[in-house]
């Protein structure tokens, strides 16, 4: 049992480029969501998931983009990486009560 | 406007003592406030959960209590060590929403 991965660990972009996070969950969770933590910062939500197929807006949604195909796939994309994206990305799954968070991706633009 | 507070600053307490960690919330009426440990270049790891109908809850060394008059739960360690050093955060959500708040957490340092 795995839990929550995230691919890659780091990356480092140029500005405008694209790129998608990875993120893969094996306890079957209906609920999946992504954020940001800047340093010295809390998390900030972007995008969440209820199950397949359906998808929402969290609190910093702009620039990204989401899919929820399956129950274990949870993928972020980055359409024209900007320097404020610089962050670490943080994906994680629900059960009834509690959320599992995967390692992060650290994520420079420059 | 609704925000969540914890202390910014850093908390530095001797081994053995008592870490008491504030974690203050307006503008919500929360469901569940949930309480998490981070370390450095990981992913928070989930601690401690309080609903909105309890006061108290206890995990081994770890307690948490909520005061939804005072909007503010308090998370305290007893009998702190070195290994507790982290990041706390919390994290509330209220009902009838998927969505969690987070604060922006707390740096403990146990001092040995």
């Known amino acids: 049992n795995a839990g929550v991965t995230q691919t890659p660990k780091f990356r480092i972009l140029k500005i405008g480029q694209s790129m998608t996070l990875q993120c893969t969950q094996d306890?079957?969770?209906?609920?999946m969501y992504w954020y940001r933590q800047d340093p010295g910062m809390g998390l900030k939500l972007i995008y969440y998931s209820v199950g397949a197929g359906i998808t929402d807006k969290g609190e910093v949604p702009n620039g990204y983009n989401v899919s929820r195909s399956t129950t274990e796939d949870f993928p972020l994309r980055l359409e024209l990486a900007a320097p404020s994206q610089t962050s670490v990305y943080f994906c994680a799954s629900r059960d009834e009560l509690t959320q599992y968070f995967g390692p992060g991706t650290r994520l420079l633009v420059l | 406007s609704q925000k969540i507070e914890q202390n910014s600053e850093a908390l530095n307490i001797q081994e053995g003592k008592t870490a008491t960690l504030t974690c203050n919330y307006t503008n919500y009426s929360p469901a569940y406030l949930q309480w998490y440990r981070q370390d450095p270049g990981r992913g928070p790891v989930f601690l401690l959960l309080?609903?909105?109908?309890?006061k108290e809850k206890r995990k081994e060394r770890l307690k948490v209590t909520f005061d939804t008059t005072l909007k503010q739960s308090l998370f305290h360690i007893t009998a702190s060590q070195p290994a507790d050093s982290a990041t706390y955060l919390c994290a509330l959500r209220t009902s009838g929403t998927y969505k969690y708040i987070f604060g922006t957490g707390t740096r403990l340092k146990v001092l040995a």
């Open positions: 309080i609903r909105e109908n309890e």
């Open positions: 306890m079957n969770h209906n609920y």
